[in-house]
């Protein structure tokens, strides 16, 4: 899946030039000429916000502030032609990940961008990491925004083999046979409503979890 980037500046030229090049490196990208375009075009699929900060009507940093109010978590690089110590604390107290000063090399932007994204995107042995979404596999734990989820043993079991196995579909014998071994008389049907238990409460994460009609399913990044 491809990862989604939104680009909010009012100026055209930056917008296409940016956009171009992101493109070109294998990103989908959205564009907004303002903070209340963007507000209507950011969705829960996008992996970045690179943002300016001087706009006509609602600023960068009033758009980042009002996403973090919102527990939007979405990655956010600022770009700027201001660039005192001030305006990048500023930027980071209302929530940037990263602050870069117009005008810009884009190879530093597509440098900064793919940094950003892998400091948000970790899989480690004992835990997978995935913006707000921590699951330990030691501690048989998963927190979501800073939250405890509570699953079932079956749940958690489901949940740790889709992302041990992300990005390949996986068939429900597949799961029976790793999940249910014990278990004789398993369906496919019960396959399907423990996952969907597990996707209802992963709440805005279940979009992680596809399914693939008539195979099996995926775990999405």
């Known amino acids: 899946m491809r990862q989604k980037i939104l680009i909010v500046d009012d100026e055209p030229v930056i917008r296409e030039v940016l956009e171009f090049n992101l493109k070109s490196e294998g990103f989908d990208v959205i564009s907004a000429e303002s903070a209340e375009d963007a507000m209507n075009k950011i969705n829960p699929g996008c992996s970045l916000?690179?943002?300016?900060?001087?706009?006509g009507g609602m600023s960068g940093y009033k758009f980042a502030e009002t996403l973090r109010n919102q527990n939007n978590q979405t990655p956010i690089i600022f770009l700027t032609a201001k660039e005192t110590e001030n305006d990048?604390?500023?930027?980071?107290?209302?929530?940037?990940?990263?602050?870069?000063?117009?005008?810009?090399?884009?190879?530093?932007?597509?440098?900064?961008?793919?940094?950003?994204?892998?400091?948000?995107?970790?899989?480690?042995?004992?835990?997978?990491?995935?913006?707000?979404?921590?699951?330990?596999?030691?501690?048989?734990?998963?927190?979501?925004?800073?939250?405890?989820?509570?699953?079932?043993?079956?749940?958690?079991?489901?949940?740790?083999?889709?992302?041990?196995?992300q990005n390949r579909v996986i068939p429900r014998h597949e799961f029976i046979d790793e999940i249910w071994k014990d278990y004789p008389y398993i369906t496919e049907?019960?396959?399907?409503?423990?996952?969907?238990?597990?996707?209802?409460?992963?709440?805005?994460?279940?979009?992680?979890?596809?399914?693939?009609?008539?195979?099996?399913?995926?775990?999405?990044?």
Do not use: W
């Open 49 to 55: 916000i690179l943002l300016d900060i001087m706009m």
């Open 88 to 165: 990048m604390l500023t930027g980071f107290s209302v929530g940037g990940d990263d602050y870069i000063s117009k005008p810009f090399s884009i190879k530093e932007v597509i440098a900064r961008v793919k940094a950003v994204l892998k400091r948000r995107h970790i899989v480690e042995p004992d835990q997978f990491i995935f913006e707000n979404l921590i699951v330990d596999f030691n501690l048989k734990i998963i927190t979501l925004h800073n939250e405890k989820v509570a699953l079932t043993k079956t749940e958690f079991k489901i949940l740790v083999y889709l992302i041990r196995h």
């Open 189 to 221: 049907r019960t396959v399907d409503v423990h996952i969907t238990r597990l996707r209802k409460k992963m709440r805005d994460y279940a979009r992680l979890i596809s399914n693939t009609s008539g195979f099996g399913y995926r775990f999405n990044i």
